[in-house]
């Protein structure tokens, strides 16, 4: 076998164990988005909390957490959690001032 038909026999492993990875997370329920190896597209969160809304926005936590207060980000209790629905962040960001 050649170097480079061993090279790529070593990427299909490695993409292989990565999507088999994937797998056995998304069956633990991880709390992260995941795709698989072989897709470049993300998955779009229908909610996030208020530190991965701010992560999202590039914004302080504080910050958020004073929008979301004053209500200029609107956003729903579950629980104990805050979440707040990817379509209010975009709403947010669609306002004009």
């Known amino acids: 076998m050649s170097e480079e038909s061993e090279a790529l026999q070593h990427l299909r492993d490695m993409k292989r164990?990565?999507?088999?990875?994937v797998t056995v997370l998304k069956k633990m329920g991880?709390?992260?988005?995941?795709?698989?190896?072989?897709d470049d597209r993300q998955l779009e969160k229908f909610s996030y909390?208020?530190?991965?809304?701010a992560t999202a926005l590039g914004l302080s936590k504080d910050y958020v957490w004073k929008l979301v207060a004053s209500g200029k980000i609107r956003s729903l209790k579950a629980g104990k959690r805050r979440l707040?629905?990817?379509?209010d962040l975009r709403a947010f960001l669609n306002k004009r001032p």
């Open 30 to 38: 991880s709390a992260r988005e995941i795709t698989s190896a072989g």
């Open 49 to 53: 909390s208020v530190p991965e809304a």
């Open 17 to 21: 164990a990565l999507n088999e990875l």
């Open 84 to 87: 707040i629905r990817g379509e």
